[in-house]
């Protein structure tokens, strides 16, 4: 996967939910304690607790628990192959996919793992932004090999990685 292709991708996919106008300086998110503050959304427990205390911070959620309260996933990754034929492979890949989740997180706090849903023969992996699903993807690939696609259909609203291992 080229660094290019990514970027292509990426540009075709809006994300809905990051207009900034639609916040004021300071909101909280009531959901999960995020804070907006100049132009950014910030994981701060000092900025929450200073902000909490004035009169005029508003209180909306944010662009990522509102995207989980309207189950609007911005990339879904699917895992799929024979691996997911023994049950102590399962549980290592998703505790990968949780570490990913939280590295992201640090540098993106509104990057977040929406759902994990067994289907038929794969796991369907909703996220709340396309970065993190590719994430995840890349990691699974680094950590067991097998196929990685990226892929994106042309009037869908997401972007879709799926990595497949038998
Ligand atoms: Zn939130």
New binding site residues.
């Given amino acids: 996967m080229a660094g290019r292709k990514d970027r292509l991708l990426d540009e075709k996919v809006q994300d809905p939910y990051m207009d900034r106008n639609l916040y004021r300086d300071p909101t909280i ?1 009531p ?2 304690n ?1 804070v907006f503050h100049n132009k950014t959304w910030h994981q701060d427990t000092a900025m929450l607790e200073k902000y909490k205390k004035l009169d005029s911070t508003d209180y909306k ?2 662009p ?2 509102r995207k989980i309260k309207d189950n609007y996933p911005l990339g879904i990754l699917i895992i799929e192959g024979k691996i997911l034929e023994d049950e102590s492979k399962v549980e290592e890949l998703l505790n990968l996919v949780k570490h990913e989740e939280e590295k992201e997180m640090n540098s993106n706090p509104l990057a977040r793992i929406m759902k994990i849903e067994r289907l038929g023969n794969g796991i369907e992996i909703g996220t709340t932004t396309m970065g993190l699903a590719k994430r995840i993807g890349k990691a699974l690939y680094k950590a067991r090999q097998g196929t990685l696609d990226v892929v994106f259909f042309e009037g869908e609203k997401f972007l879709r990685v799926i990595w497949k291992k038998d």
Avoid: Q
Wanted: charged fraction near 10%; charge should be negative; aromatic fraction near 0%.
């Fill in positions: 998110c959901t999960c995020l959620d944010c990522a628990c």
